[in-house]
């Protein structure tokens, strides 16, 4: 089992800048990827990022592509989300999600966040 405890989050202007965490614990040692989706009200859950659990091989969604980037911490097996530029459409609850096989589909992942707001205004 793993837990995912989501940090950050909250309401900005257009073009500020918010950072997400997400702390994991528990049985770390058996995954492969790390992501974040976010679901606006009213709208699916839509990916944003996702990484290899050793940190590399990052891809993006066209949407936040050279805005977001994810990163994570091996030390302290956290993960995070630098969101720059932020738009009135980043607008949603955003989700960390772990599992063993990184990708664009929820359906890759078996853990998950509780999901923290972002609220941009334009």
């Known amino acids: 089992q793993v837990q995912l405890v989501e940090s950050g989050g909250g309401s900005v202007q257009a073009g500020g800048s918010l950072r997400l965490s997400c702390a994991a614990s528990g049985q770390t040692s058996n995954l492969y990827a790390m992501a974040w989706f976010r679901q606006a009200p009213g709208q699916d859950r839509e990916f944003v990022a996702a990484?290899?659990?050793?940190?590399?091989?990052?891809i993006y969604a066209d949407s936040v592509k050279g805005r977001f980037t994810i990163s994570r911490d091996n030390a302290k097996d956290t993960m995070s989300l630098q969101m720059n530029t932020l738009k009135p459409e980043d607008t949603a609850v955003y989700y960390c999600a772990v599992g063993r096989v990184r990708g664009t589909s929820h359906t890759n992942y078996n853990y998950w966040g509780q999901g923290t707001q972002v609220t941009v205004s334009s």
């Open positions: 990484m290899a659990w050793s940190g590399t091989s990052a």
